[in-house]
């Protein structure tokens, strides 16, 4: 099935969406994407874009931070996403890749006086940790520093050291990498935040830990409170507790809840996939396909009915 891209304000075929070879972004990593998922129900013949605001919101505080100007707010480029998913029109779990992008045919590392751009597009994607519980490594390679380039927000040149992480990690066997902060502490995996149950109570790095605030981490601190009564503690975690906790996950867009079985050659708890993590994996795999009523508002229906 041929898919769509929103390139120049234009719906376009993906095929046709096209940028020339010096476009400043891809020299410099000037840009700042965004990944959202459309989950599909099958028996509302839906798909449901999750949390699509609080994604146009962290897109958009990426591009102040790197002086990046849209004429687009985040209700428009809601609007424009759900145009997009319409047009393409799949019956599968889709995932939109929005970006904004530093997109003057120019050399020189700055990033003001550069005009800017945004373009959307959309393919199908199932799993993206394809195991049902992941090994994990630390990596050797660290998030950045706060003055190295703000981690808050997906700034596409940040991903160089993610990405070396996370094919170190598959390289040597395992499913994905945890990176640390420049001060030593557990900071999240590669794209994923990091959760641990400790002494039965959640546990997660806090944004001061190099982190990208997650919209997923957000959604199951809110649904453990929420369905369970389960608080989470927002601090410091020492590399030592990892291999001690009781139960391990990591939330993702794309990973979604991924329960993680091992980490450094490590069994976390019994190896086996922990009671509240599978808990959380299930109420939240309803929630983002629209089955569960209470948060409707955080699902926005693709298709008119
Ligand atoms: C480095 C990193 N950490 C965490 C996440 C999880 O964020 P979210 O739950 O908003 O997808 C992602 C994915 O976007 C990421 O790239």
Redesign the pocket.
Known sequence: MPSYAYFKKQFVPLAEAKISVMTHAIHYGTAIFE?IRGNWNSEHKQTYLFRLKE?YERLLDGCQIMRITLPYTVDELCRITVELAQKCGFEEDIYVRPLAYKSAEALGVRVHDISDDFVAFIIPWGRYIDVDKARCCISSWQRPGDNTAPPQV?IMGNYAS?ALAKSDAIESGFDEAIMLSPDGHVS??????LFLVIDGKLVTPATYNN??P????DSVIKLAQNELGLETIERSIDRGELYTAEECFL????AHVTPVAEIDHRQIGNGEIGEITEKLQNIYADVIRGNNPKYLDWCMPVYKK
């Open positions: 990944g994604h997906k993610n999240e995996g590669s794209g994923e935040n982190i990208l997650g919209i997923t981490r939330t993702g867009t794309a």
